[in-house]
């Protein structure tokens, strides 16, 4: 009897980054392809004695079933940083832990999302929620982004034009996958659509304590004074990827819902990560390691800059972005990445194609460079290279000549 699946299996695929981060663990591969932190800034040793501690102090405690809401030390953490830093003014009790911001994603789509409904977000936008929202059958609607963000007129045609727009996604600080930051002035505007259409609103907000370069700005939630605002923020890019710790703040009514959802997907975040993590946030300072993170991600975002501006022919675009992990390239009209990624590879570097992270495809010329993972001189080889099958695959289609574009998935997939 052949198996029957359910129908949301049929709008799921692999994601092409995980695909590309089986290959890229070979040591020779030099990777901008994943969003992967530095390694060497985690604090391991820390967490051997934060380990300890809680574990002496509060074992049976730490390896117990614990409320879904999760620790109320971390929540209590968490609220006070959102609201010193991002200007909120979050209760601990709007707190709920979830298995990292991706965990947030998926519960978002079960709270919010039916089949056929619409979901507004920026073009380009994050892989992951693509692949979290799909899963839920609604419809993307792309709104165009610019360097200060989601383009104001756009969106309000987007919510005029649509019958069943039931929220808008949005990364407004060093997005992935294009590095923008929104400026405040369109902060402030898209806040006045938001309230004047009253569609909730996702922010998400891995990367805004990952700024290097100017002023931090406040985050949407700020100005959020009808409670459409559910934030998700996560420890992966400040502290650990591993730990898989992040958090939804949303108003009562939503939070609520988000709570009842997640106990029907895992009960609770881990008892244990979370009790060590707090411990952390006790014993040592956070802030100084971010420093440290964050001067390091600078000189690795210069050192891929001026590769770019180096090796690239013209015709060549690319985002130069003041925080997060990653960089945006736009490539001439009529070069594909995915032809570009298969020639990259034969040459041991690998990136992102940029089709990716447009939910409705096209856009076959676009490329995200990841820059956090590889110190300096591994990024301008990896650019060097890159560089050089550019101006060859330029060439070579200015003499009519075509590679295979579906080859690069191809390769990846046999080396895997």
């Not at 809680?54 to 609220?79: C, K």
């Not at 490539?331 to 995915?338: I, T």
């Amino acid at each position: 009897m052949a198996v029957k699946f359910a129908r949301r299996m049929n709008h799921l695929r692999a994601s092409e980054i995980r695909e590309l981060l089986k290959v890229t663990e070979r040591p020779e591969v030099i990777s901008l392809a994943g969003g992967l932190p530095a390694p060497e800034f985690f604090p391991t040793e820390e967490m051997k004695a934060v380990t300890l501690k809680v574990l002496d102090e509060h074992g049976r405690q730490a390896m117990q079933y614990s409320t879904t809401e999760g620790h109320p030390p971390l929540r209590r953490w968490i609220a006070q940083r959102m609201n010193a830093r991002l200007g909120t003014r979050v209760q601990a009790e709007e707190v709920l832990i979830t298995s990292a911001s991706q965990q947030g994603l998926d519960l978002t789509g079960k709270v919010f999302l039916d089949e056929g409904d619409e979901v507004l977000c920026e073009s380009p936008t994050y892989l992951g929620a693509i692949n979290a929202f799909r899963a839920y059958g609604p419809r993307f609607v792309e709104v165009p982004t610019d360097d200060e963000g989601m383009i104001i007129q756009e969106l309000e045609k987007r919510l005029l034009a649509c019958g069943r727009v039931k929220l808008v996604y949005v990364v407004p600080d060093s997005q992935n996958p294009t590095g923008r930051t929104w400026s405040l002035a369109r902060r402030r505007a898209f806040m006045e659509v938001i309230s004047l259409y009253r569609i909730p609103v996702i922010e998400d907000n891995p990367y805004s304590e990952v700024r290097f370069e100017g002023e931090g700005l406040p985050a949407l939630k700020s100005t959020d004074e009808l409670g459409l605002v559910v934030f998700l923020g996560t420890f992966s890019k400040i502290f650990s990827p591993g730990m898989r710790i992040g958090w939804v703040a949303a108003p009562e009514p939503v939070f609520e819902k988000y709570v009842l959802v997640k106990q029907g997907t895992d009960l609770h975040t881990s008892t244990l990560a979370q009790m060590q993590l707090a411990a952390y946030l006790e014993m040592f300072d956070l802030d100084a390691n971010l420093v440290r993170v964050r001067e390091a991600y600078r000189r690795r975002r210069d050192a891929m800059v001026r590769a770019l501006e180096r090796e690239m022919p013209p015709g060549v675009r690319f985002t130069r972005p003041t925080g997060g992990l990653f960089l945006w390239v736009e490539l001439p009209q009529g070069l594909n990445a995915r032809e570009v990624l298969a020639a990259c590879l034969e040459r041991d570097v690998a990136f992102v194609p940029g089709s990716s992270f447009f939910p409705n495809g096209g856009h076959e010329n676009t490329l995200r460079l990841n820059y956090s993972n590889m110190p300096e001189e591994r990024i301008e080889e990896g650019i060097r290279r890159l560089g050089a099958v550019v101006r060859e695959l330029l060439g070579d289609h200015g003499n009519g000549r075509r590679g295979n574009p579906v080859l690069a998935l191809a390769q990846v997939r046999g080396a895997a």
